[in-house]
C-alpha cells in the first residue's frame, strides 16, 4: 500500500487543478494527492489519502445506501417546465434540455422506496450536477411526493441534500417550494415516522432553510459546505474575513446545529441503527394514525452496540478492507443500481 | 427624493405648489388653471404607473416615504404593543411583534421594519432579520395559538441577514422552523407584503391562509441585484433580472403565489402614505371577517393546501 502510494505522488502533475470526472487519474480537492480513478470511487469517493470527501454521483449514493436490489424509482413522472419564460444570457429552456440530455433526468432529484440494512425506507437524494441541484417546481414536487408516499406505505424517509438553493430560473414559485415540502413533511409527522435529513456538500439557501433542516435527524457528511447565505455573499456584505472552517459540517456541530457529522463510509450503518431506534419507541394508542413501531431483535441490539462502538473513529479512508469490500460492492451491485430515469 | 420616472410628476407638482403659493400672495382666482393642472397630474401619473417595467416596480416597492410596517401598524390595528425578545439570544428591532386589537378581537402582530431614516435603517438592520427575530416569530406563533389570537403580518425585508453571527445562529434553521410553525397555526393568519418581499427571509412570515400584495410591491426569491450577479455576471443588469423573475403583483397573482393585490393610492403608497394605510385596513379586516369563523382544523388543512399545491410542472400521462 505505501509503495503504491508513493508512485502515486510521483505521477506528473496535470496542469488544470479540476477534477475530470472522465479521466483516470483525478487530483483530490482536499490533499491535491492524484488518485486512481477507480480507487476513488470504490471508496466511494472518499479519498483515500485524506478522506476528503469528494461530491458523489446520485446512482452511486442510491447504491450505497440501498441494500441490493431493494431500490424501487419514484421519482420521474413530473418534468418541468418554464412557466416564466426565464432567459439570462441563455434561456431556462435550454440549459434544462442540455441538462436533461447529460444527467439523463428530468430534474435535480432522484427519489424511491429501498431497504436499508432491512429497513424499510424512501431515498430523495439530490444530484448537484444538474443545475447545481436547484430546488425549483419539480425537486419540490418529488419530495413532497416522496414524503407522502413513505408516511402512507409506513417508511422512513432518508434525504441527501446537496443543492445551492431554489432555482431562481422558476422566480417565487420556486421560493414556494420551501413551505411546499415543509408542509408535506406533516404526513411523516402525523405518522410519527422519522425523517432523517443528510446534508452533504453543498447544502445552501433555499434547501438549507426548509426541509433539509426540518429533519427529526438532521446529519451531515464531513467537510461540507452547509449555509443559508454563502460565504462570498457574506464576505461581500461585511467585507471582512471568515473564520477558519466557517459554514463548514464540523463548524455547524460546534455551533449545535447538527445532530451528528457521519463519514460516508459508515452513513448507511448509522442510519440504519438511527432509523431502528426512532421506530422502536411504545406503542401509541391504537387509532391515533401512527405506525406500527419496529420492535427490536436480540440481534439488532447486538448489531447497534458493535455499531456505535467502532462507527466514531472509524473512517472508510483509514480502512483497506472496507475499501476493498466497497469495490466488491461496486462491481456487484453495478447492474443493481438506480436507472436513470 | 423622486425616483427617476418620477420627475416630470414631481415638476408638475411643483407648478400646481408655485401656482397656488401665488394665487394665494396676490389674491387672484387661478382655480380654473390649477384644476387644468392637477386633472394632468393626475392622468400624467396614471399613464406613468401604468406603464412601470418591473425594475421601476421594485424601485416603488423601496420608494423613500413608503409607509413602513410601523405606520400600517400605527392605523390598521389599535393599541398594537410590543412585545421584545426570543428569550434566549436578545431582542431584535428588524423583526417586530406584539399584540393588538382588530375590531372586537385580539391578535398578534409580526413585522419586518424598514427604517425611514438613515439612523433607523441602521437600528433596524435595513429590516434584514438575525435568527434572534425569527425566534422571536416563534415564540409569538405559540402564544397566538394558546390564546387562539389569530396573526396579521406585514412583510418587508431585503430578505434575512447574511453575516457571520446569523449564520453561527442557525438562520436557515429558524427560517425553515418559522416556515413550519406557521403553518401549523391553528388560528387565521393573514399576511401582507407591504414593500420587499425578500426570499426565505419573507417567506419565513407568509405561510398564512390568505397572502396579499401591494399594488407597487414585490416577492422574490432572490433580489434583482443578486439574479444580476450570478446569472448575468453583471449587478448592472438588475432591471433584466428583474424581468426575468417576474416579481410584480400581478405576476405573482397569475403564477398563484398571491391571493390578491391591495390597490396602492395614485402614485404610489409613498404619494399618499395616509391612503395607503386605509386601504391596507380595509382589506385586512375583510380577510379576517371572512377567517375568523372557520375551524381551526379546516384553517389549518386549508393552509397546508395552499401551499402544498405551489409550483408548475408537467405530468407524463
Not at chain 1, 441490493?68 to 434540455?97: H, M
Not at chain 2, 401656482?19 to 401619473?45: F, K, N, P, W
Amino acid at each position: 500500500m505505501a509503495l503504491e502510494r508513493w508512485f502515486r505522488r510521483k505521477r506528473p502533475t496535470r496542469g488544470d487543478d479540476e477534477v475530470s470526472p472522465a479521466g483516470l487519474w483525478l487530483k483530490c480537492a482536499g490533499c491535491m494527492a492524484q488518485i486512481y480513478r477507480k480507487d476513488l470511487i470504490a471508496n466511494l469517493y472518499v479519498c483515500p489519502e485524506c478522506a476528503h470527501h469528494e461530491r458523489m454521483p446520485v446512482d452511486a449514493r442510491v447504491a450505497m445506501l440501498a441494500d441490493e436490489g431493494t431500490f424501487e424509482l419514484w421519482s420521474g413522472r413530473v418534468t418541468p417546465t418554464d412557466a416564466l419564460e426565464f432567459v439570462d444570457t441563455e434561456p431556462y429552456v435550454e440549459r434544462l434540455v442540455a441538462v436533461q440530455q447529460k444527467t439523463e433526468r428530468p430534474d435535480a432529484i432522484i427519489t424511491g422506496a429501498a431497504e436499508l440494512d432491512g429497513v424499510p425506507v424512501a431515498l430523495a437524494v439530490m444530484d448537484f450536477s444538474f443545475l447545481g441541484g436547484s430546488m425549483g417546481s419539480v425537486v419540490g414536487e418529488e419530495i413532497a411526493r416522496a414524503a407522502e408516499r413513505a408516511a402512507a406505505e409506513s417508511r422512513s424517509l432518508i434525504s441527501i441534500a446537496a443543492s445551492g438553493g431554489a432555482r431562481m430560473q422558476e422566480g417565487a414559485l420556486s421560493l414556494m417550494q420551501m413551505a411546499k415540502t415543509t408542509v408535506a413533511l406533516e404526513a411523516l409527522s402525523e405518522r410519527r415516522l422519522p425523517f432523517i435529513s443528510v446534508l452533504t456538500d453543498p447544502t445552501t439557501g433555499g434547501v438549507t432553510a426548509s426541509f433539509a433542516t426540518l429533519g427529526d435527524l438532521v446529519v451531515a457528511e464531513p467537510g461540507a459546505l452547509i449555509c443559508f447565505a454563502g460565504p462570498r455573499v457574506i464576505q461581500q456584505t461585511i467585507k471582512q474575513d471568515l473564520p477558519e472552517g466557517f459554514q463548514r459540517s464540523e463548524f455547524l456541530l460546534g455551533k449545535g446545529m447538527l445532530d451528528d457529522v457521519i463519514p460516508r463510509g459508515v452513513l448507511k450503518a448509522r442510519l440504519a441503527v438511527l432509523v431502528r431506534l426512532l421506530r422502536a419507541g411504545l406503542d401509541g394508542t391504537a387509532d391515533d394514525g401512527a405506525a406500527a413501531p419496529l420492535r427490536l431483535t436480540t440481534e439488532s441490539i447486538t448489531t447497534i452496540a458493535d455499531e456505535l462502538d467502532e462507527s466514531a473513529a472509524t473512517s472508510a479512508a483509514d480502512d483497506a478492507d472496507e475499501a476493498a469490500a466497497a469495490e466488491d460492492r461496486e462491481r456487484e451491485e453495478a447492474p443493481n443500481r438506480a436507472t436513470p430515469v | 427624493m423622486p425616483l427617476p420616472f418620477e420627475k416630470p410628476i414631481d415638476e408638475l407638482e411643483a407648478r400646481i405648489r408655485d401656482m397656488r403659493g401665488y394665487a394665494d400672495d396676490q389674491h387672484v382666482d387661478l382655480s380654473g388653471e390649477i384644476a387644468a393642472l392637477e386633472r394632468r397630474l393626475a392622468s400624467l401619473t396614471r399613464e406613468t404607473f401604468a406603464k412601470l417595467s418591473r425594475w421601476q416596480r421594485v424601485q416603488v416597492a423601496r420608494a423613500a416615504g413608503r409607509p413602513t410596517a410601523l405606520d400600517y401598524l400605527g392605523k390598521v390595528v389599535e393599541g398594537f404593543t410590543e412585545l421584545h425578545g426570543d428569550r434566549a439570544l436578545g431582542d431584535d428591532p428588524a423583526l417586530v411583534g406584539g399584540v393588538a386589537r382588530l375590531g372586537d378581537m385580539g391578535v398578534v402582530v409580526l413585522a419586518q421594519q424598514k427604517g425611514r431614516d438613515t439612523k433607523e435603517n441602521i437600528l433596524r438592520n435595513f429590516g434584514m432579520a438575525h435568527p434572534s427575530g425569527y425566534r422571536k416569530a416563534l415564540r409569538l406563533f405559540d402564544l397566538a395559538d394558546k390564546f387562539r389570537l389569530p396573526v396579521l403580518s406585514l412583510i418587508d425585508t431585503p430578505g434575512a441577514y447574511p453575516g457571520i453571527a446569523a449564520e453561527e445562529q442557525g438562520q436557515a434553521w429558524v427560517i425553515a422552523a418559522c416556515i413550519q410553525r406557521m403553518s401549523r397555526l391553528r388560528v387565521p393568519a393573514v399576511s401582507v407584503i407591504i414593500g420587499e418581499g425578500g426570499s426565505g427571509g419573507a417567506l419565513a412570515l407568509g405561510v398564512a391562509n390568505r397572502v396579499l400584495i401591494l399594488e407597487h410591491a414585490i416577492y422574490s426569491v432572490i433580489s434583482p441585484e443578486s439574479c444580476a450577479a450570478i446569472r448575468w455576471r453583471d449587478a448592472a443588469e438588475a432591471p433584466s433580472a428583474a424581468e426575468a423573475l417576474k416579481l410584480t403583483a400581478d405576476d405573482l397573482l397569475e403564477q398563484g403565489v398571491v391571493d390578491d393585490v391591495v390597490a396602492e393610492p395614485l402614485g404610489g403608497a409613498h404619494k399618499d402614505p395616509a391612503g395607503a394605510i386605509d386601504l391596507v385596513r380595509a382589506a385586512v379586516e375583510r380577510e379576517f371577517a371572512a377567517l375568523r369563523d372557520v375551524p381551526s382544523e379546516v384553517l389549518m388543512r386549508e393552509r397546508r393546501a395552499r401551499f402544498r399545491r405551489m409550483g408548475r410542472f408537467l405530468e407524463a400521462a
